[in-house]
T-cell receptor, first 113, second 114 residues
């Protein structure tokens, strides 16, 4: 069965610092992986997705993620954090049964001025 | 129009009430989803509709009753809910049910059951 694990339920960075949010997946077949962001009292917005076309995926708002099969990882990065990046981030994998997302536990990103 | 809308934004109901949540999209998507999200937790899938037919029910109690009147509209009928059903209810849609298809989420309905 497919699953994702997000390491670190809370991550705090200073404004301008590198953002690194970790996601490891477990899948018996090549996975489809997604990163979503959720701002307070809002729905989820797709940041980026991996669909096997390229291992380095660029998303919106300056975020990118690299798919590493050898490490079963899909970590999310941003070179320079902005205050507006403070939100909850979810990594998700698509289950083989047909576009049924399985989410990781989420990581709350806090950005300090 | 590239958004999913949900109404109402907030809903407070008693355990004996009947209410409905509404979700609408005009992107021509053929798959629609209901998720439940408790505070500080990831969304949990409740129902999946594909081409207006219910295809997945994740063992959701019968006090939640979904309905898909047409390809743009998804309802969730609520009856005799419990306080533990209080949560953010999210609707999503996707063009189809291929594994690579992105799901577009609405802003959610914040439900409080008294």
């Amino acid at each position: 069965a497919q699953s994702v694990t997000q390491l670190g339920s809370h991550v705090s960075v200073s404004e301008g610092a590198l953002v690194l949010l970790r996601c490891n997946y477990s899948s018996s077949v090549p996975p489809y992986l997604f990163w979503y962001v959720q701002y307070p009292n809002q729905g989820l917005q797709l940041l980026l997705k991996y669909t096997s076309a390229a291992t380095l995926v660029k998303g919106i708002n300056g975020f990118e993620a690299e798919f590493k099969k050898s490490e079963t990882s899909f970590h999310l990065t941003k070179p320079s954090a902005h205050m507006s990046d403070a939100a909850e981030y979810f990594c998700a994998v698509n289950v083989a049964a047909g576009n049924m997302l399985t989410f990781g536990g989420g990581t709350r990103l806090m950005v300090k001025p | 129009d590239t958004e999913v809308t949900q109404t109402p934004k907030h809903l407070v109901m008693g355990m004996t009430n009947k209410k409905s949540l509404k979700c609408e999209q005009h992107m021509g998507h053929r798959a629609m989803y209901w998720y439940k999200q408790k505070a500080k937790k990831p969304p949990e899938l409740m129902f999946v509709y594909s081409y207006e037919k219910l295809s997945i029910n994740e063992s959701v109690p019968s006090r939640f009753s979904p309905e898909c009147p047409n390809s743009s509209l998804l309802n969730l009928h609520l009856h005799a809910l419990q306080p533990e059903d209080s949560a953010l209810y999210l609707c999503a849609s996707s063009p189809h049910r291929e594994l690579s298809a992105e799901q577009f989420f609405g802003p959610g309905t914040r439900l409080t059951v008294l």
